[in-house]
Nanobody, 120 residues
Framework: QVQLVESGGGLVQPGGSLRLSCAAS????????MGWYRQAPGKERELVAT???????NYADSVKGRFALSRDNAKNTVYLQMNSLKPEDTAVYYC??????????????WGKGTLVTVSS
């Protein structure tokens, strides 16, 4: 059984910072890419940032220069540092991971989501 457990969401004022964490646990052979997506009310889920096993990162244009994604392979954990937050960053943030669960099996997993609210 594989789980992605997210933490770190909450309420923050515009210009503030938050750090999200996502830890993968369970029967994991290896972890390929991990990342974060978000879904604002009334909008479709969109990519925020991803990171490969080799630590290559990809960011949405809307967060470049403000968000930083990193991973700790030893802990199967990724961290999303969010700075200079804007009201338009308000959304439910979902962790995503492409995991290898056996020598021949790769599966896509999602966390349950954590709410980030940017408001004064």
């Amino acid at each position: 059984q594989v789980q992605l457990v997210e933490s770190g969401g909450g309420l923050v004022q515009p210009g503030g910072s938050l750090r999200l964490s996502c830890a993968a646990s369970g029967s994991i052979f290896s972890i390929n890419a991990m990342g974060w997506y978000r879904q604002a009310p009334g909008k479709e889920r969109e990519l925020v940032a991803t990171i490969t096993s080799g630590h290559s990162t990809n960011y949405a244009d809307s967060v470049k220069g403000r968000f930083a994604l990193s991973r700790d392979n030893a802990k199967n954990t990724v961290y999303l540092q969010m700075n200079s937050l804007k009201p338009e960053d308000t959304a439910v943030y979902y962790c995503n991971a492409l995991l290898q669960t056996s020598a021949t099996t790769f599966m896509d997993y999602w966390g349950k989501g954590t709410l980030v609210t940017v408001s004064s």
